[in-house]
């Protein structure tokens, strides 16, 4: 599932299954709404994140998640209310004229790929460990804020 | 259901989780992890920054898993120290993971499905490789009357790539659970 429109910019290197594993691992003893998988154990080309719920009124929701050779990335989040977003790092060749840099946000309910929509990512660190802790931790402010703010905001006010 | 306990207030989402990682992990850990993944040779100041630790303290650590077989150096143009993962350590590493959960017999069906799916991609698009395919694809664009057929786009080179080297991994823990068993018979 990639909602919203087709993905113009793509991310470099090939899918890094020793990235997913340790991005498997920090869902499952992070989160305890969470099981991450390897679609494909051998050969993955994304790790599928199942939540027990979802952010506001869904009542399910999935995280797909791609990380690359190269530390390109796309955390795609989905629900069972028809709700899209994402996290990404890749090169946009200055196309998303609100991004400075390569990390980026896809915002709900379609996760938009229009480059005038696209925002600026509240992440910005690169090792796994770091942008996972990020997506676990604003998914859970968002959760308990039951509002879709936080998880770009990058806050988690009082 | 019993929800997640709800995180502390926050202000700027980088500065916590870097917090939480600092303050749950050692520097070595931390560099050990980050060094895990690098697969292009980088200097010391780049992955102490990214581990949050001194360049000094990088260093060591560094140093210590150089001698250890989990990363690589190389001297840079500039005649800094370079490291990177260690590629025969990485395969060790992926090779043992998926001994761990995927027998022999299954191992091998599914190399010879990985190796079917590449030989696919190969037949389709007439080339040995992905890189030579982003060659091709770059001409095609440059000239316009070249074009025929499929057109692969980034998606395809980019699950070729995938294959090829998830091929390697399963390849190594084939060669590894053979090698074992003709171990095992000698003792």
Known sequence: ?158 | MTGPAEPEPFEDINQAVREDWVAGTTPYERVREVVSRTYAPTDADTLADHAHTSPKTARKHLNTLADDGFVTTETGANGATLYRRSAESLVVEQAADILSEVSTEELRDRIAEMRDQIGEFQQEYGVESPEELAVDQTNALLDESTRTGEEPDEETIREWKTTRRNLAFANAALSIANAEKFVDMES
């Not at chain 1, 290197?13 to 869902?27: K, N, S």
């Not at chain 1, 051998?42 to 929701?61: I, M, T």
């Not at chain 1, 990390?103 to 309910?109: D, R, S």
């Not at chain 1, 938009?112 to 090792?127: A, G, H, L, R, Y």
């Open chain 1, 1 to 158: 599932m990639t909602g919203g429109q087709t993905e113009s910019h793509s991310l470099r290197g090939p899918i890094d299954r020793p990235a997913l594993l340790a991005i498997r691992d920090l869902f499952n003893d992070n989160e305890p709404l969470a099981t991450a998988t390897l679609d494909d154990f051998l050969n993955p080309r994304a790790l599928k994140v199942e939540y027990d719920d979802g952010l506001q009124s869904a009542e399910r929701s999935r995280i797909d998640v791609q990380w690359t050779t190269r530390n390109d990335y796309k955390y795609h989040y989905t629900d069972s209310g028809g709700v899209n977003l994402r996290w990404g790092r890749h090169p946009h060749n200055g196309g998303y004229i609100q991004v400075p840099g390569p990390e980026h946000y896809h915002p709900p309910p379609d996760a938009s790929s229009d480059p005038s929509t696209v925002e600026e990512s509240c992440i910005k660190q690169q090792p796994e460990t770091l942008v996972t802790r990020a997506v676990i931790k604003l998914w859970r402010a968002a959760y308990h804020a039951d509002s879709l703010t936080p998880l770009n905001s990058g806050r988690n006010p009082p």
